[in-house]
């Protein structure tokens, strides 16, 4: 995500794709990124051809300053706080509040979220961390088998991607309908048009033919 923020605003054509997959390839192992979005950077020919690779001093100072700009630690030590601050006296819109409702819809255990008495929520980074992911990227970049609390990620997280593929898919059929909609008015509205012109063609051909009839 912060990856594809730094592109934005130094591509080069408005399109910050090739330059994404430079800094991905370039600094994404350092960074800890998902190795196979590392590898796919990698295969990104117009990234190479038109990019310089970042080596070196380069490198370093590209590192730094992205540590500097996004430092995610503090942001998910901060997060995780603020989440674990969670008491009886915390307003329904609060953020606490929220991540509870969102994980009673969202997880498969959603009590994977509290301390062993169940009356505390006591979350840790990881687990943040990966509903960022599954927030912001769609996805989960951590192992295969990466798991929270002797539940494997993927698992606990399959209500929240079950539901976000419903609504992809019915957003896609929405669409469809839509499209088809649009195409028949268009197709009766060419009928429509064909079918007055031919009652005109019609009207045309019998008023002549009484004329030579008169004559």
């Known amino acids: 995500m912060p990856l594809t923020f730094l592109a ?78 969670h008491d009886e006296k915390s307003p329904k819109e609060s953020l606490p509040c929220q991540f509870i409702d969102w994980a009673n819809a969202s997880l498969k255990v959603p009590h994977v979220i509290f301390d062993d008495s169940c009356m505390k929520v006591e979350v840790e980074k990881t687990l943040v961390m990966a509903c960022l992911e599954a927030l912001f990227a769609g996805k989960l970049n951590g192992p295969a088998d990466e798991s ?6 993927a698992v606990l997280f399959e209500p929240f991607f079950a539901a976000a593929a419903a609504t992809a898919e019915a ?20 009928k429509a ?16 033919g009484q004329k030579r009839n008169r004559k």
């Open 148 to 153: 929270y609390r002797d539940h494997a990620l």
């Open 8 to 85: 934005r605003f130094a591509g080069d054509d408005g399109n910050p794709t090739h330059y994404e997959n430079r800094l991905t390839a370039d600094l994404g192992r350092d960074l800890g990124l998902n190795e196979d979005d590392v590898r796919r950077a990698d295969l990104d020919g117009h990234a190479a051809d038109r990019f310089g690779k970042l080596t070196g001093k380069k490198k370093d100072e590209a590192l730094a300053r992205y540590r500097e700009i996004f430092d995610l630690d503090s942001f998910l030590k901060t997060l995780t706080d603020e989440i674990n601050r």
């Open 171 to 190: 957003a896609t059929k929405d669409s469809g309908k839509t499209e088809g909609q649009e195409s028949n008015k268009t197709s009766e509205a060419s």
């Open 193 to 208: 048009k064909g079918g007055k012109g031919e009652a005109k063609g019609k009207g045309k051909g019998k008023g002549e």
